[in-house]
Nanobody, 114 residues
Framework: QVQLVESGGGFVQPGGSLRLSCAAS????????MAWYRQAPGKEREWVAR?????FTEYGDAVKGRFSISRDRNSMYLQMNDLQPEDTAVYFC??????????WGQGTQVTVSS
């Protein structure tokens, strides 16, 4: 059973940066894709960014140009720059370990406030 553990969340002022990490219990290189989602209070879970097995990356319109997704053998990362209050949410790591199976991490809180 593959497990995902997020870290790196916290409190930051508007305009600041954070780097989230998602550590997998085994190599990510065979995963079909990995992604970050977020969920703000009272809102539905929102897709943020995705990185496919070939390295191709995609971003949601709300974060394009500010966030950057990457991964190495055992982890995935989300570099978040120019954070704004509307980025406040619980951020979740997601992995399609195969075309028919996906797993989620437990989430890490990001709070952006002055």
């Amino acid at each position: 059973q593959v497990q995902l553990v997020e870290s790196g969340g916290g409190f930051v002022q508007p305009g600041g940066s954070l780097r989230l990490s998602c550590a997998a219990s085994r190599s990510t290189l065979t995963f079909v894709a990995m992604a970050w989602y977020r969920q703000a209070p009272g809102k539905e879970r929102e897709w943020v960014a995705r990185i496919r097995s070939n390295g191709f990356t995609e971003y949601g319109d709300a974060v394009k140009g500010r966030f950057s997704i990457s991964r190495d053998r055992n982890s995935m990362y989300l570099q978040m720059n120019d954070l704004q209050p509307e980025d406040t949410a619980v951020y979740f790591c997601n992995a399609h370990v195969s075309y028919v199976a996906e797993i989620w991490g437990q989430g890490t809180q990001v709070t952006v406030s002055s």
